[in-house]
């Protein structure tokens, strides 16, 4: 292709462009199917048919973005219930029990209940849906019986997500009681292949990182790190990132400085294209306290600010974000969803239709 000047300006212009589209995309690696596009455009531009694909770019570097907010809504008198509840207080992401939290196992999902779920979620304005696992679920527990159940229990919990269409399942990975912690996490990451080799692979397995309460792992973005390199099934598995946990387990975000470099440790240790769901969270423990107790929005010890930052870093537009708050009733969900919505910049909130 022979280079004329204005085509240089044109070239400069074009990779200008596409670095900006990696970064609204938020590719963290080089990637080079958009790199042979950009390439692409220079040849078309030569051919004058380059107009139609910057009119394409312009559109995506202009592109809105919807705000992923929501809450854990409860299923009581059917799985659909959850998405009628959600949306009569405006949320476009919800998280749901697929069954009944205290118990090991459920029944078969009915062909009518699936329908039924899939429907109403279809015809709804609620965007994604996240199921989070059973509290029962010890994937790390010392006991043979306790381990099994665990393992058969996740199972059955990741083939009721796929039935559902529901793309994320958050796990406690699992706490350790006596064991050794390195053995521990062995006997995590061996009972997740087991569970992800018995189920198809639509759901994507999010483990979640924990305020190391009791005897809880997954309290360091390390051991959450070794759990996934153990893996053999890689490609299902993701992050779930609980503001408060994090918090409490240490890692302090509660000014600027200090919010970018928990992201920075998160993306070194863990990488930021892990992460797929975000548990919006105040605590009502200090820094360092590992202890777990979720309080309402700007009320706790990590306060408006980190707030602030995380609904405004674009980073994070697309990552559906759930509120675990304490709650009476439907109202104090939409309440601390209200605080949140003020907490964002005039200019995002254009962005975040
Ligand atoms: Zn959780
Ligand atoms: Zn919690």
């Not at 030569?46 to 299923?75: C, P, R, V, Y």
């Not at 996934?228 to 509660?254: A, E």
């Amino acid at each position: 292709m022979q280079i004329r000047p204005d085509t240089c300006i044109r070239y400069r212009e074009i990779w200008y462009r596409f670095l900006l589209l990696c970064q609204i995309k938020q590719e963290k690696k080089f990637n080079y199917s958009l790199f042979d596009e950009t390439r692409q455009l220079i040849y078309n531009y030569e051919n004058k048919i380059f107009t139609k694909h910057i009119a394409w770019i312009d559109i995506m570097e202009h592109k809105k973005h919807t705000l992923l907010l929501g809450a854990h809504i409860s299923i009581a008198g059917g799985l659909e219930q959850a998405i009628y509840r959600g949306e009569s207080i405006d949320c476009t992401v919800i998280q749901i029990f697929t069954k009944n939290n205290r118990q090991w196992f459920a029944k078969p999902l009915t062909k009518e209940s699936i329908h039924l779920f899939k429907k109403t979620w279809h015809n709804s304005t609620i965007q994604s849906v996240v199921a989070h696992a059973c509290y029962l679920i010890n994937l790390g527990s010392p006991n043979i019986e306790t381990r099994k159940k665990s393992t058969k229990s996740l199972a059955q919990e990741l083939s009721r997500c796929t039935q559902l269409g529901i793309p994320y399942l958050v796990l406690h990975p699992g706490s350790k009681g006596e064991m050794d912690e390195q053995q521990c996490l062995q006997q995590i990451a061996q009972q997740i292949n087991v569970a992800l080799e018995s189920t198809p692979d639509n759901t994507t397995l999010l483990l979640e990182t924990l305020a190391g309460q009791g005897s809880n792992l997954c309290y360091r973005f390390e051991q959450l790190a070794q759990i996934y390199q153990l893996s053999q099934h890689k490609n299902r598995l993701g992050i779930c990132f609980d503001t408060c946990h994090v918090f409490t387990s240490g890692y302090d975000k509660t000014t600027e400085r200090a919010y970018e470099a928990v992201w920075k440790k998160f993306d070194n240790i863990l990488g930021l294209d892990l992460l797929k769901v975000i548990h919006v969270n105040d605590s009502k423990k200090p820094l360092g306290s590992r202890v777990d107790r979720h309080e309402h929005i700007g009320k706790g010890a990590l306060g408006f600010e980190t707030f602030r930052l995380l609904f405004n870093d674009n980073r994070f537009f697309d990552i559906p974000k759930i509120l675990e708050t304490p709650k009476e009733n439907l109202a104090d969900d939409l309440r601390n969803m209200q605080i949140i919505r003020k907490l964002i910049t005039p200019e995002n909130e254009k962005i975040l239709e």
